[in-house]
């Protein structure tokens, strides 16, 4: 059972306003990820930290920006949404190379329409 | 460049065997997973395999690998409407930093 938690589930808001969506995790990994995913499409990784204070980019570039100052905390904020930032946002973690290589444990998402 | 390719859709028969295939394009990928999305929640890690590996079979599910043509397959046997998922083929080299690549996932439909 993964521990990992997204809120909001939904969110629908207008053009040009702040968000910030929560990612929070109890097992206590260390490495933590935001991936957007369109219908269709491939997962995109957008974001990544492999600790406290350690924050990358991913492969899809996103106006979107995060921070990691508590291990357990991964939040995503983006300044001033857009329509094309609709989409579904994946959190998720993992305790870091094992037996399996990496084993992702994800949240339920969070689907954003921006009006 | 890291491409997983899968198709879209795909529809079986209740008590049928699904087959949901995937190709990929790094051939020092290490680590070759199939993960389920449900309807409404996150992706959970279903089986892997090595690419040392040819075959992995874990109770219904029996994962191939033809490393030659970089292609691994997903045979669900006895498919029941609870597999009724979207499934999703990813790599991964070995490595601490390296990330995992997901495909686009295929939606596997079970018709009762």
């Known amino acids: 059972e993964a521990d990992i938690y997204q809120t909001p589930r939904y969110l629908v808001i207008g053009t040009g306003k702040k968000i910030t969506l929560e990612c929070s995790q109890t097992?206590?990994?260390?490495?933590m990820y935001w991936y957007q995913q369109d219908p269709g499409m491939e997962l995109h990784l957008i974001h990544y930290?492999?600790?406290?204070?350690?924050?990358e980019k991913g492969d899809l570039s996103s106006e979107s920006t995060v921070s990691r100052i508590r291990t357990e905390h991964f939040p995503l904020t983006l300044e001033s949404a857009r329509p094309s930032h609709t989409s579904q946002y994946l959190c998720a973690s993992s305790e870091g190379v094992s037996p399996v290589g990496e084993k992702l444990f994800f949240g339920s998402g969070t689907q954003l329409s921006v009006l | 460049g890291e491409d997983v390719e899968q198709s879209l859709f795909l529809s079986v028969r209740e008590g049928d065997s699904s087959v949901i295939n995937c190709t990929y394009t790094?051939?020092?990928?290490?680590?070759l997973y199939w993960y389920k999305q449900e309807p409404g929640a996150g992706l959970q890690l279903l089986t892997y395999i090595f690419s040392n590996m040819d075959m992995k079979q874990d109770q219904r599910l029996t994962v191939l690998l033809n490393k030659k043509d970089k292609h691994l397959s997903l045979r669900i046997a006895d498919t029941q409407t609870g597999d009724s998922a979207i499934y999703f083929c990813a790599e991964r080299k070995a490595g601490g930093y390296q990330k995992v690549t997901f495909g686009i996932g295929t939606k596997l439909q079970v018709i009762p």
């Open positions: 790094d051939s020092s990928s290490t680590y």
């Open positions: 097992m206590g990994h260390d490495k």
């Open positions: 930290s492999y600790g406290v204070n350690s924050t």
